[in-house]
C-alpha cells in the first residue's frame, strides 16, 4: 500500500488547509486499499505522534481526537481513494508534520496499529 499525502504548507492562525491523501496497492494478504481505514496524524516539533481522525473504508464510520473536534473534519472520496482532512481555524499548535496511514481494521486510534503510512506533510500555522 502507498499513501501519498499533499495539502501542507504556511497559513496564519484562524486560516484553513486541506490536506488530501491518495491510496494505492494492496496489503501483503490481496486487500486492496479501497477496502482500508484511513487515518491521520500529526507529529509536532519534539513531541510524540498524536492522532487526529479517521475513517474507515465506505465513509460510514468516523472518530476525531477530541482536541480536534468541531475544528477538523476528515471525509473520503470512495471513487478517487483518497482521504481528506479539512483544518479549519488553524492555531499554532497545530503546527506539525501530518501523516496519513492506512489499516484494516477499522475505528483505531493507536498508531501501532496503523500498518501503512505517507511520507508527511508539514503545516505550520504562525500567529
Known amino acids: 500500500v502507498q499513501l501519498q499525502a499533499s495539502g501542507g504548507g504556511l497559513v496564519q492562525a484562524g486560516g484553513n488547509l486541506r490536506l488530501s491523501c491518495t491510496a494505492s496497492?494492496?496489503?501483503?494478504?490481496?486487500?486492496?486499499?479501497?477496502?482500508?481505514?484511513l487515518g491521520w496524524f500529526r507529529q509536532p516539533p519534539g513531541k510524540e505522534r498524536e492522532f487526529v481522525a479517521v475513517?474507515?473504508?465506505?465513509?460510514?464510520?468516523?472518530y476525531y481526537a477530541d482536541s480536534e473536534k468541531g475544528r477538523f473534519t476528515i471525509s473520503r472520496d470512495t471513487a478517487k481513494n483518497t482521504v481528506y482532512l479539512q483544518m479549519n481555524k488553524l492555531k499554532p499548535e497545530d503546527t506539525a508534520v501530518y501523516y496519513c496511514?492506512?489499516?484494516?481494521?477499522?475505528?483505531?486510534?493507536?498508531?501501532?496499529?496503523?500498518?501503512?503510512w505517507g511520507q508527511g506533510t508539514q503545516v505550520t500555522v504562525s500567529s
Open positions: 475513517i474507515n473504508w465506505d465513509g460510514s464510520s468516523i
Open positions: 496511514a492506512a489499516q484494516t481494521e477499522g475505528i483505531l486510534h493507536n498508531p501501532n496499529d496503523y500498518h501503512y
Open positions: 496497492g494492496q496489503t501483503a494478504s490481496g486487500r486492496t486499499s479501497n477496502y482500508l481505514a
